[in-house]
């Protein structure tokens, strides 16, 4: 499922002329945390986990990302949602994948404490129906 589009600026590229490896996690850890928003009605939540994280190819200034987010676990307190990051090129319409990972999100209430999570149905049916 879609969850966000972004272009990449020149602010955000490092010596190597590519996109920080640091930057690309950030945007992920924030596109998980509107992700697992969007499945559920909790109000907070907490990333306690990222494995897989891999960089396929660099991303450059001017290109446009798109992060896509799949389920990959349903838990009592948290999910897991595994995240790909595709360079997308609008004149012809290709994708080139650029990263992905699996990113564990726990719902916490207000004393920080895990709280169970309250799934959105519809929305998890779109999830777990979509291609990552």
Same mark, same amino acid.
């Given at each position: 499922?879609?969850?966000?589009?972004?272009?990449?600026?020149?602010?955000?590229?490092?010596?190597?002329?590519?996109?920080?490896?640091?930057?690309?996690?950030?945007?992920?850890?924030?596109?998980?945390?509107? *992700?697992? /928003?969007?499945?559920? !009605?909790?109000?907070?939540? +907490?990333?306690?986990? $990222?494995?897989?994280?891999?960089?396929? #190819?660099?991303?450059?200034?001017?290109?446009?990302?798109?992060?896509?987010? *799949?389920? /990959?676990?349903?838990? !009592?307190?948290?999910?897991? +949602?595994?995240?790909? $990051?595709?360079?997308?090129?609008?004149? #012809?319409?290709?994708?080139?994948?650029?990263?992905?990972?699996?990113?564990?999100?726990? /719902?916490?209430?207000?004393?920080?404490?895990?709280?169970?999570?309250?799934?959105?149905?519809?929305?998890?049916?779109?999830?777990?129906?979509?291609?990552?």
């Amino acid at each position: 499922m879609l969850i966000s589009r972004e272009m990449v600026l020149d602010q955000d590229i490092g010596l190597n002329g590519a996109l920080f490896g640091g930057g690309m996690m950030a945007r992920m850890d924030k596109v998980a945390g509107i *992700a697992a /928003a969007l499945l559920s !009605r909790n109000r907070r939540f +907490l990333t306690v986990k $990222v494995s897989e994280l891999i960089f396929h #190819s660099p991303v450059r200034a001017g290109e446009i990302i798109e992060f896509h987010a *799949a389920i /990959a676990r349903q838990g !009592r307190t948290s999910l897991t +949602l595994q995240l790909e $990051v595709q360079v997308y090129e609008p004149v #012809s319409d290709l994708h080139r994948d650029v990263t992905s990972g699996a990113f564990v999100m726990v /719902a916490i209430n207000e004393a920080l404490q895990p709280e169970p999570f309250i799934w959105k149905p519809d929305m998890v049916r779109a999830a777990l129906q979509a291609e990552p």
